[in-house]
T-cell receptor
Framework: GAGVSQTPSNKVTEKGKYVELRCDPI?????LYWYRQSLGQGPEFLIY????????DSGLPNDRFFAVRPEGSVSTLKIQRTERGDSAVYLC?????????????FGPGTRLLVL | GDSVTQMEGPVTLSEEAFLTINCTYT??????LFWYVQYPGEGLQLLLK?????DKGSNKGFEATYRKETTSFHLEKGSVQVSDSAVYFC????????????FGKGNQVVVIP
């Protein structure tokens, strides 16, 4: 079946602009995660949704970052007043449910470049 | 907090050589441990996992054993192929309701024919 998809695959924006990044999880997966991967680093956790609600948003770096999942499927990560330091690959993952130890399936990522 | 440390630097080795990538962790509870792999141009994929002490995860000829006494989860493969060239990430999931993954920095593995 279809895996996790993310759009756009690449996004170039100017400092100060607003961007939205979209994630389509695997159908039926109730858990959804966002991570950020800077060059040469491993992914860093941003936020975790179980269903429609954010169960853990402690990884969001500041209040410019916000994510929603209004119908418990597609999620959008929103970044306001982008800064050059926001440049990274943003990864989305999903898993079947909230149980710990479940495999997280990753999408290909959105590469964000802030000029 | 919970964290993972991987050995520094890329790894270059010849085909059929033995591969070891070291991974140690720091955790307050009883985490689950994972190795993820990222092949060129592809997304992160789960390679193997272990959910409790002394468990051995294995897949595609790779193995890793969850060692609580040394807080380690080293990845090994007895005979690598060119197709194993990729970036390998060690990760932990804290457990106790905390589902987030904490990743190491990753190791680039290059296998030359």
């Amino acid at each position: 079946g279809a895996g996790v998809s993310q759009t756009p695959s690449n996004k170039v924006t100017e400092k100060g602009k607003y961007v939205e990044l979209r994630c389509d999880p695997i159908s039926g997966h109730t858990a959804l995660y966002w991570y950020r991967q800077s060059l040469g680093q491993g992914p860093e956790f941003l936020i975790y949704f179980q269903g429609t609600g954010a169960a853990d948003d402690s990884g969001l770096p500041n209040d410019r970052f916000f994510a929603v999942r209004p119908e418990g499927s597609v999620s959008t990560l929103k970044i306001q007043r982008t800064e050059r330091g926001d440049s990274a690959v943003y990864l989305c993952a999903s898993s079947p449910g909230p149980q710990v130890q479940e495999t997280q399936y990753f999408g290909p990522g959105t590469r964000l470049l802030v000029l | 907090g919970d964290s993972v440390t991987q050995m520094e630097g890329p790894v270059t080795l010849s085909e059929e050589a033995f591969l070891t990538i070291n991974c140690t962790y720091t955790a307050t509870g009883y985490p689950s441990l994972f190795w993820y792999v990222q092949y060129p141009g592809e997304g992160l994929q789960l390679l193997l996992k272990a959910t409790k002490a002394d468990d051995k995860g294995s897949n595609k000829g790779f193995e890793a054993t969850y060692r609580k006494e040394t807080t380690s989860f080293h990845l090994e493969k007895g005979s690598v192929q060119v197709s194993d060239s990729a970036v390998y990430f060690c990760a932990l999931q804290p457990g106790s309701g905390n589902n987030r993954l904490a990743f190491g920095k990753g190791n680039q593995v290059v296998v030359i024919p």
